[in-house]
T-cell receptor, first 112, second 112 residues
Framework: SQQGEEDPQALSIQEGENATMNCSYK?????LQWYRQNSGRGLVHLIL?????REKHSGRLRVTLDTSKKSSSLLITASRAADTASYFC????????????FGKGTKLSVKP | SAVISQKPSRDICQRGTSLTIQCQVD?????MFWYRQQPGQSLTLIAT?????????ESGFVIDKFPISRPNLTFSTLTVSNMSPEDSSIYLC?????????FGSGTRLTVV
């Protein structure tokens, strides 16, 4: 299976702490994306990092990509209770459109 | 980015019946994508819907079970036919824009 793996599966932290989630994948990619899902609703695109990029920032989000290790990490700094959600990485292998391969997700709980 | 209106947001259905899920996009898009998210799992692509042609189904999904319509460039429906409890999932539609995917809010289906 090409499916990515995320760890941890669940993460519980206090408000103000940083949260780090990791994603590993199996083959070469065009880009890797992170999505957020609140309570089983629709997914919201957070950030996209291309295979020739190593790090990207967006507000309190920092994403890194290590293509040699086929892994990525998502760091949320100064977390808030509103960050409580599931976070998924998705890899675009450059095949047919729409065929993102989603990881199993990390369920983040931020306690006030 | 596009805005997608998906409905119904949830439904509880009897086994053996069918449910049709609708997605309306606020702009014209060539392809629309339908995903399934089984309980506690990641997203799996069901099919890609092109306007004016038959949908392209992924391995493990067939047209008789998941018929799709795409009558114009802003609208698509997915029907879950002859439902069984194993079909209980969240179903999501999605469109792509510059490699980033926008999702509908999801339909949470429970089959009893």
């Amino acid at each position: 299976s090409q499916q990515g793996e995320e760890d941890p599966q669940a993460l519980s932290i206090q408000e103000g702490e940083n949260a780090t989630m990791n994603c590993s994948y199996k083959t070469s990619i065009n880009n890797l994306q992170w999505y957020r899902q609140n309570s089983g609703r629709g997914l919201v695109h957070l950030i996209l990092i291309r295979s020739n990029e190593r790090e990207k920032h967006s507000g309190r989000l920092r994403v890194t990509l290590d293509t040699s290790k086929k892994s990525s990490s998502l760091l949320i700094t100064a977390s808030r209770a509103a960050d409580t959600a599931s976070y998924f990485c998705a890899t675009d292998y450059g095949g047919s459109q729409g065929n993102l391969i989603f990881g199993k997700g990390t369920k983040l709980s931020v306690k006030p | 980015s596009a805005v997608i209106s998906q409905k119904p947001s949830r439904d509880i259905c009897q086994r053996g019946t069918s449910l049709t899920i609708q997605c309306q996009v606020d702009s014209q898009v060539t392809m629309m994508f339908w995903y399934r998210q089984q309980p506690g799992q990641s997203l799996t692509l069901i099919a890609t819907a092109n306007q004016g042609s038959e949908a392209t189904y992924e391995s493990g999904f067939v047209i008789d079970k998941f018929p799709i319509s795409r009558p114009n460039l802003t609208f698509s429906t997915l029907t879950v036919s002859n439902m069984s409890p194993e079909d209980s999932s969240i179903y999501l539609c999605s469109v792509e824009d510059r490699s980033r995917y926008t999702f509908g809010s999801g339909t949470r289906l429970t089959v009893v």
